[in-house]
């Protein structure tokens, strides 16, 4: 079940019903893809979030009816098996984390406040893949889910002014890595050394929609062999 | 290559041009010159072809030096201007010597003034644009707004100039804003009652009014919604966070955000408010995107007759 309706003057936007999953987001990136194939440049900019796909024109240069048109016809297609296939190929994006105190404010209190033993937090939290549903809050900062129920914790009801760059990150059942510092209200449980947002780099995010990432616990030496501070 | 000294830069001065396309996956918001159609006409002063950027000035209340002579343009909220002491012309091309003081002060109406420079502000482009992004620190000289002391570089003039008065002049400020939008996104499920306080009320432009958008208070719109699964934004979507005082999200704005949005204001209204003062009275008038069509396409008639 999806609709379809303005975003602005300049947007058309397809939101799917119901809880955000892979496949989903599988096919919203699908769509994606076939619209910066099928418009080219006249594509201005395209958003893929949880539920939705939001496509942003000219209506001079692509007419709105036919935008909408071509939006119903491809959420009613089945997903394209190449696309999949690329996406599937897609290698796990293993991120290097030093889980301790010094670098994690929450993560004693999270092992206490869910009866759990800190090592038992990083094993819950490093042995699943997660999946990269959205982008946002900050250019590299990726929301990856879904984390065990034994780890859900809720966000900080006032948030930190400053969140250290690296920082990893739960809140409900989600987890990311803060890519640069900002404020922040999600639990820190650990420090990634490497940088998730870098303009020199190409692509720029080391994170985007429809990856699979894994934690992997490393020791303070190796922490700091790879770049990490705090 | 000539380079413009900032001698003083003013509260928040950034160096812009039209903005970023294509970056908004990546968290990039587009930035660009809050007042686009006076970005455009102070280009078009100068006989620039392309997209040169600009120091786009909030508030003005800035001094600069260029070390070699240059032609400069301001546009969009009107000022007033002093060349080495002595008051200049505002709405013409002028010409500045070596060395001269150009002083800019904001006059008593909008908030976006820009400073053109013949060559343009030739500070390094990132994704295409030179335009200044504050919080994801990139753009202009450092990713900052402009300070005291800065040098930027200004790239090789076109000597085409126009000399007559092409100005754009700022719309008069009215006695209350329309602010025409075009519904969609959570709209449908707003209540009755919140749905009358948005159309019926009378907001006000309040003072967290910057690039990223304008705060408006008023009768609050009580959405019920506290959260929502995030979901891009866009230029003009009117934001309304737990309190119930809409914010329009503008060229700085997050690029996705969980906030219920009942639709987006359209471009030419989204200019008129970034230069709204606070306290402005506006309100708001859902219009169709066919109606929001005719409006841009006269808007960008007018532009191009009064450049012609």
Redesign the interface.
């Known amino acids: 079940m999806f609709e379809i309706?303005?975003?602005?003057?300049?947007?058309i936007?397809l939101?799917f019903s119901g809880e955000?999953h892979e496949a989903l987001t599988s096919k919203l990136l699908s769509i994606q893809h076939s619209a910066r194939q099928c418009f080219g440049t006249e594509l201005?900019?395209?958003?893929?979030?949880?539920?939705?796909l939001?496509l942003?024109f000219e209506?001079?240069n692509i007419e709105?009816d036919r935008a909408i048109a071509w939006l119903q016809e491809s959420a009613d297609a089945d997903t394209d098996e190449a696309f999949l296939a690329q996406l599937a190929a897609r290698p796990v994006v293993v991120l290097p984390v030093w889980y301790h105190p010094s670098v994690a404010p929450d993560l004693e209190w999270l092992a206490e406040e869910n009866a759990l033993s800190i090592d038992t937090v990083i094993d819950l939290h490093s042995d699943p893949t997660y999946f990269a549903y959205?982008?946002?809050?900050?250019?590299?900062?990726c929301?990856l889910g879904t984390t065990s129920p034994k780890l859900a914790v809720p966000r900080l009801a006032t948030p930190r002014s400053e969140v250290p760059a690296g920082s990893v990150a739960l809140a409900d059942q989600q987890t990311a890595v803060y890519p640069g510092p900002s404020p922040g209200g999600w639990r820190l449980i650990g420090s990634c050394p490497l940088r998730l947002f870098n303009?020199k780099a190409a692509?720029?995010?080391l994170l985007t929609?429809g990856d699979s990432v894994r934690f992997e616990p490393v020791s303070e030496s190796e922490f700091r062999a790879l770049g990490g501070s705090g | 290559m000539t380079v413009l000294r900032i001698n003083r830069a003013g509260a928040a001065s950034t160096v812009q041009d039209s903005g970023r396309i294509g970056t908004l996956q990546l968290g990039l918001p587009p930035a660009g010159a809050m007042d686009h159609p006076a970005l455009v006409s102070g280009q078009h002063l100068l006989g620039h072809t392309q997209d040169e950027a600009a120091i786009e000035m909030a508030y003005a209340n800035t001094e600069v030096t260029p070390d070699s002579s240059c032609l400069i343009a301001v546009t969009g909220a009107p000022v007033s201007l002093w060349v080495d002491g002595a008051p200049a012309c505002d709405t013409e091309v002028l010409k500045i010597g070596a060395g001269q003081r150009v002083s800019i002060k904001a006059r008593s109406h909008g908030v976006y003034s820009y400073l053109h420079v013949s060559g343009g502000i030739a500070t390094p482009a990132i994704f295409d644009s030179r335009s200044t992004s504050v919080r994801e620190g990139i753009g202009g000289l450092a990713g900052t707004y402009l300070r005291d002391g800065d040098q930027l570089p200004i790239g090789f003039a076109n000597s085409d100039v126009i000399t007559s008065n092409v100005s754009l002049p700022l719309p008069e400020s009215t006695p209350t804003l329309m602010l025409r939008f075009v519904p969609g996104f959570q709209y449908e499920l707003l209540t009755e009652q919140a749905m009358s306080s948005l159309l019926e009320s009378e907001f006000k432009v309040t003072s967290r009014a910057n690039r990223m958008g304008v705060a408006l208070s008023g009768d609050p719109v009580n959405t019920g919604v506290t959260s929502l699964l995030s979901e891009a934004t866009c230029y003009g979507a009117i934001q309304l966070p737990g309190d119930g005082n809409p914010i329009v999200l503008l060229n700085d704005r997050q690029t996705v955000g969980g906030y219920p949005k009942p639709g987006a204001v359209i471009r030419s209204d989204c200019r008129r408010l970034a230069q709204a003062r606070p306290g402005q009275r506006v309100r708001f008038a859902p219009c169709t995107p066919q109606e929001a069509d005719r409006i841009a396409w006269l808007e960008q008639h007018y532009l191009e007759t009064r450049l012609r």
């Open positions: 309706g303005p975003a602005g003057e300049c947007g936007r939101i955000p201005i900019d395209s958003v893929v979030g949880y539920t939705t939001t942003f209506p001079h709105r959205a982008t946002g809050f900050a250019p590299g900062f929301y303009l692509p720029p995010a929609i």
